[in-house]
């Protein structure tokens, strides 16, 4: 649980798209966001307790699609928030995104989460060396509901947090650092996936 915690709540991907969502579309949307996301951890993480890391760990192929798309989702979101920093009316909410539907913010949260190798290695390792060989059904059902748990909480604490007005207003007085923030940030994390080798 302390190594769920510790991997959800620190900053990467997920954490700075939930906290850029949530400060330009508002709280719904972040919290609909959040909600992506956390059903992506839940997936990979049903996924990993059933065996589904091993799987994908001997077909490396599989990895390597999920690779990819990652890297270019995050370079996309790079793009938007480089072209946002640049761009003179920086200060003002971006109209594309306070316009986004909570399905839409969902999707974009879950497809930001399933297309994560960093998860896909994360859980793989959580079950594969934090559970034990003899562990049951009922404990590996136990600790997917503790993680999903943990990480909704805390992943939509983050929507709730950089959706309050203060944050807000900060973010407003300094978007263009903000943004120019979240476009190295995605950029690091797109080209680190996208030139990273998987080690056999």
Known sequence: MLAAFIATASPGPAVMAIAGTSMRAGRRTGL????????????????????????????????????????????????????????????????????????????????LHLTNPKAILFFGSLYSFGVPANATVGDLALIVVCVGIQSALVLHGYAILFSNPAVVRGYLKLSRWFEAAFAAAFGYAGVTILTAKLQA
């Open 32 to 111: 609909a966001f959040a909600s992506g996301v956390s059903t992506g951890s839940v997936t990979w993480s049903v996924g990993a307790a059933a065996g589904l890391s091993a799987v994908m760990l001997a077909n490396a192929w599989l990895i390597e699609v999920i690779r990819w798309c990652g890297a270019l989702y995050l370079l996309y979101l790079a793009f938007k928030s480089a072209r946002a920093a640049i761009k003179p009316a920086a200060g003002l909410m971006p109209a594309g995104l306070t316009a986004a539907t909570a399905r839409r913010a969902y999707a974009r949260g879950l497809a």
